[in-house]
């Protein structure tokens, strides 16, 4: 496994979700600036938040996928079903 292997999902999420990962890398600056003796925690905590926003945003895709797909077999109407028969 190389590096680029690791650096992809980050870099996925990152084009994904832009103003998340800003808000994250924001929160996790400020935290260090206020907090550096607890960096293990803090980045602790941020591991946590971006692995929970992570599974959101990939949960979000499939559902939005499964509507679509949905919507599209739903397009012919009753008429066109009967007249098809």
């Known amino acids: 496994m190389s590096i680029n292997e690791l650096i992809q999902p980050l ?3 990152y084009t ?3 103003e998340l990962s800003i808000a994250i ?3 996790l600056v400020i935290a260090v600036l206020i907090k550096p003796k607890q960096i293990g925690k803090i980045l602790g905590a941020v591991a946590t938040i971006v692995i929970i926003g992570y599974l959101i945003a990939s949960l979000s ?9 949905k919507n599209a077999a739903g397009v012919r109407t ?3 079903y009967y ?3």
């Open 25 to 27: 890398i924001v929160t």
């Open 11 to 13: 870099n996925t999420f």
């Open 78 to 80: 009753d008429k066109q």
């Open 16 to 18: 994904d979700n832009t």
């Open 61 to 69: 895709g499939i559902v939005s996928k499964g509507v679509d797909k």
């Open 83 to 85: 007249n098809s028969e």
